[in-house]
C-alpha cells in the first residue's frame, strides 16, 4: 500500500498562497488516482479536489474552482495542491489520499484506501 506524506501547510493572510505537497513511498504514485480532502474544526472531512493517474484530468469542488490547481510529477512521486486567493473559510486540515480503483465515486471518502498524516492551513483574515 502507499504511504503518502503531506508537506507545506502554514498561516497564511488572505488573499495568499500556498503550495501542499502530498509524497509517496512504498508504491509509485502513478499508480494511484490523488485526491485532495479538507477537514475543518466541527465539520466533515470534504472534497477538494482530485487528479487522475497522467495528470491529464482534474476535478475540483465548487468553492474552490479558479483558485486552487492539482498537478502530479510522478518521476517524483509527488502530487501538489496549489491554493491561490485563499479565504478564511479554507483553513482546515489537508490530506491527500490515493486509490487504484476505477470505478468509485471521487468525492466519497471511502473510495480511498491511503491517506496521509494532514496538514494544517490557516488563513487569517
Known amino acids: 500500500q502507499v504511504q503518502l506524506a503531506e508537506s507545506g501547510g502554514g498561516l497564511v493572510q488572505a488573499g495568499g498562497s500556498l503550495r501542499l505537497s502530498c509524497g509517496a513511498s512504498?508504491?509509485?504514485?502513478?499508480?494511484?488516482?490523488v485526491a485532495w480532502f479538507r477537514q475543518a474544526p466541527g465539520k466533515d472531512r470534504e472534497f477538494v479536489a482530485a487528479?487522475?493517474?497522467?495528470?491529464?484530468?482534474?476535478y475540483f469542488e465548487d468553492s474552490v474552482k479558479g483558485r486552487f490547481s492539482v498537478s502530479r510529477d510522478n518521476a517524483k512521486n509527488t502530487v501538489y495542491l496549489e491554493m491561490n486567493t485563499l479565504k478564511p473559510e479554507d483553513t482546515a486540515v489537508y490530506y491527500c489520499?490515493?486509490?487504484?480503483?476505477?470505478?468509485?465515486?471521487?468525492?466519497?471518502?471511502?473510495?480511498?484506501?491511503?491517506w496521509g498524516q494532514g496538514t494544517q492551513v490557516t488563513v487569517s483574515s
Open positions: 512504498e508504491r509509485p504514485i502513478s499508480n494511484y488516482i
Open positions: 487528479i487522475n493517474w497522467s495528470g491529464s484530468k482534474t
Open positions: 489520499a490515493a486509490t487504484q480503483q476505477v470505478a468509485f465515486v471521487m468525492q466519497d471518502r471511502a473510495s480511498y484506501d491511503s
